[in-house]
């Protein structure tokens, strides 16, 4: 990889980090944002210098969490990972999903909290309010964005219908 390259890989795996991920999962990511194609476990570890162990624990998590998928070249043994087109419509459905479990919580914690805890009651309401006025958000975000970019949950249909690949967890 050329210095820039490796300047930008290095940056993708310190935000990773910052974003609870491993660092080794950051650099892959970053590889296969500016690497087109697929890629084999050998040619990732030797391109960041890492050993083939973790890049294949670190890929199997970017396949999980969606941004890589795991292909196979018929004849050839060896695994590969690319990058998953478009993987907005993942990203939205695990954003959303936490959110909505969030403040499924904080409503049981509203239905649970006597009613004499006014203090905590009061909490709980402006976090669910909070968490509500968030999802609102996010809904009309999706919507404007997929409006914007027809064909933008491609994300969904490529990891689900992959031809010629072999599914794994996702």
């Not at 300047?7 to 944002?33: D, K, N, S, T, W």
């Not at 624990?57 to 941004?67: H, K, P, S, Y």
């Amino acid at each position: 990889m050329e210095q820039n390259e490796r300047r930008f890989v290095e940056r993708m795996a310190r935000m990773a980090e910052e974003e609870g991920l491993p660092r080794i999962a950051g650099h892959l990511l970053g590889y296969l944002l500016i690497h087109e194609g697929r890629h084999s476990l050998d040619e990732m570890a030797a391109a960041l210098d890492v050993s083939k162990a973790s890049v294949s624990t670190n890929a199997r998590l970017l396949e999980r969490v969606g941004f890589a998928r795991r292909v196979t070249v018929p004849g050839d043994r060896r695994d590969y990972y690319m990058l998953v087109p478009k993987p907005w419509e993942h990203m939205f459905a695990v954003v959303r999903r936490r959110m909505r479990h969030i403040r499924d919580v904080l409503e049981e914690g509203l239905e649970t909290l006597p009613p004499e805890n006014e203090a905590g009651r009061e909490r709980l309401e402006e976090w669910r309010g909070f968490y509500g006025y968030l999802l609102a958000g996010l809904e009309a975000r999706i919507a404007e964005w997929r409006g914007v970019h027809p064909g933008a949950n491609g994300g969904v249909g490529a990891a689900g219908g992959r031809s010629g690949a072999r599914s794994g967890e996702s």
